[in-house]
């Protein structure tokens, strides 16, 4: 199973983290992957890390404020997102694939192939 946290409400300019802990699952042979919801919009993925870590790849082109990684001793992905702006605003998840690959990039901008799936934290952006 997997969980995130960290979510909350956060003015715009600020910096979060989030976290996903991963339970019951061997941590280190699964890609993990940081995907949202928008009130009204499809899920769309973000970023998905390898399972040893050194590989991470972007769905879309968020490529400047969001930042992934894992911590394998604590079975605990991360999502770091810098700046945060309105449009951030939505539910996030965090899900697991049963490959030490991120699927491809179609797939992953779908959320294709992940196997296992948090119940998401709300992330909203209000000043």
């Known amino acids: 199973q997997v969980m995130e946290s960290g979510g909350g409400l956060v003015q715009p300019g600020e910096s979060l983290t989030l976290s996903c802990t991963a339970s019951g699952l061997n941590f280190d042979e699964l890609s993990m992957g940081w995907f949202r919801q928008a009130p009204g919009k499809e899920r769309e993925g973000i970023l998905c890390i390898s399972a040893n870590g050194y590989r991470t790849e972007h769905a879309g082109s968020r490529r400047d404020r969001f930042a992934i990684s894992r911590d394998s001793a604590k079975k605990t992905l991360y999502l770091q997102i810098t700046g945060v702006q309105p449009e951030d605003t939505a539910m996030y998840y965090c899900?697991?694939?049963?490959?030490?690959?991120?699927?491809?990039?179609?797939?992953?901008?779908?959320?294709?192939?992940?196997?296992?799936w948090g119940q998401g934290t709300q992330v909203t952006v209000s000043s």
């Open positions: 899900a697991a694939a049963s490959s030490n690959y991120c699927p491809d990039l179609w797939s992953l901008g779908r959320g294709r192939g992940f196997n296992y």
